[in-house]
């Protein structure tokens, strides 16, 4: 079974910048598209950004655009979400999941992931 495993996440002040990692150790990534997703406290989960399984194709959320940046490297079996110029409102328990899909549906259908870690918490705030 293949496992994602979250890392990076932490307290923040607004305009700050962290780096998420998911890896899968054990397990090829390069075969998966891979999806960053978040979950705010009362708020459904939400996908934020995805990337093909080669990584030449990726896709963000209009709320992330321009701040966030999602790249892999499938050498290290890792994916990374780069994510600076971070807002109060970016607050949530930052996701990884895996599948097969296009990553237009996996990011825009959070239950396409046919794999997810255990999260991540990512606090912003002064």
């Known amino acids: 079974q293949l496992q994602l495993v979250e890392s990076g996440g932490g307290l923040v002040q607004p305009g700050g910048s962290l780096r998420l990692s998911c890896a899968a150790p054990g397990f090829t990534l390069g075969y998966y598209a891979i999806g960053w997703f978040r979950q705010a406290p009362g708020k459904e989960r939400e996908g934020v950004s995805c990337?093909?399984?080669?990584?030449?194709?990726?896709t963000y959320a209009d709320s992330v655009k321009g701040r966030f940046t999602i790249s892999r490297d499938n050498a290290k079996n890792t994916v990374y979400l780069q994510m600076n110029s971070l807002k109060p409102e970016d607050t949530a328990v930052y996701y990884c999941?895996?599948?097969?899909?296009?990553?237009?549906?996996?990011?825009?259908?959070?239950?396409?992931?046919?794999?997810w870690g255990q999260g991540t918490q990512v606090t912003v705030s002064s």
């Open positions: 990337i093909s399984s080669g990584g030449g194709t990726s």
């Open positions: 999941a895996a599948g097969r899909n296009t990553i237009q549906a996996m990011c825009t259908i959070p239950s396409l992931g046919a794999y």
